[in-house]
């Protein structure tokens, strides 16, 4: 309300201001109920998403250092938004963190939020309603990013000491709950991220069949040129 006051008269009148709405609730977009929309040359001016790190703690370690890997497995079909994969990685981050140390782990979040999200913004001020045009053209613009995940797929995962084992449970049940749904937490069977049972790697390793390659392991066939087996 702006006041006007001259010698003559005092009188009041109305200046509408245009306020958008804030950020729409994540509840709004829990189901994977329409087509994959991702960015493109067709789809422009979409909000960078909410998390930029996906791997934190030691991420250079070998991969001999972590035996451990522990796992967050969805169980539901649905769309996770990027913010919330952020506050999951910050909250699992700071526990393993304080427990394990920064060099004690190593964590990698799976699921990439490529999903554009569109919303038909409402503008909520006096005389709006003259300004809008209801469901006219209620095509949305994009406003946010999220991730789809199915049922079984892993979501995050901690590679880290068997000292640490009952602190990356602890800290992916902590991240649990960023997240709609429902979700397992599993202690893998195999070496660190890799794909190989524990005593299947150690056998491996023993016998050359397996070498380390940064935080995995390279499978040494015995395939190839001559020269290459005899080095």
Request: glycine share 8%.
């Amino acid at each position: 309300v702006v006041r006007t006051t001259s010698l003559e008269t005092s009188y009041f009148f109305y200046r509408p201001t245009l306020v958008t709405m804030g950020r729409r609730p994540a509840r709004c977009y829990r189901y994977c109920n329409k087509k994959p929309y991702i960015r493109s040359r067709f789809c422009r001016g979409v909000p960078d998403a909410k998390i930029q790190i996906y791997e934190v703690g030691m991420k250079k370690a070998g991969v001999d250092e972590f035996p451990v890997c522990v796992h967050m497995v969805s169980n539901e079909r649905e769309q996770i938004s990027s913010e919330a994969l952020e506050a999951a990685r910050i909250s699992c981050n700071k526990f393993m963190v304080k427990h394990a140390g920064k060099d004690g782990f190593h964590m990698r979040i799976r699921a990439h939020p490529y999903q554009v999200l569109r919303i038909n913004k409402m503008l909520s001020c006096a005389g709006a309603d003259r300004l809008q045009t209801g469901m006219r053209g209620a095509y949305g613009k994009p406003g946010g990013l999220v991730a789809r995940v199915r049922i079984g797929q892993t979501m995050l995962s901690v590679r880290t000491k068997p000292a640490f084992t009952k602190f990356a449970i602890e800290a992916l049940r902590r991240a649990k709950m960023k997240f709609p749904g429902r979700q397992n937490i599993y202690e893998s069977q195999n070496w660190g991220f890799t794909r190989y049972k524990k005593e299947q790697y150690v056998d491996m390793r023993r016998s050359g069949k397996v070498v380390p390659d940064g935080n995995g392991a390279k499978y040494i066939s015995g395939h190839g040129p001559l020269a290459a087996a005899l080095k």
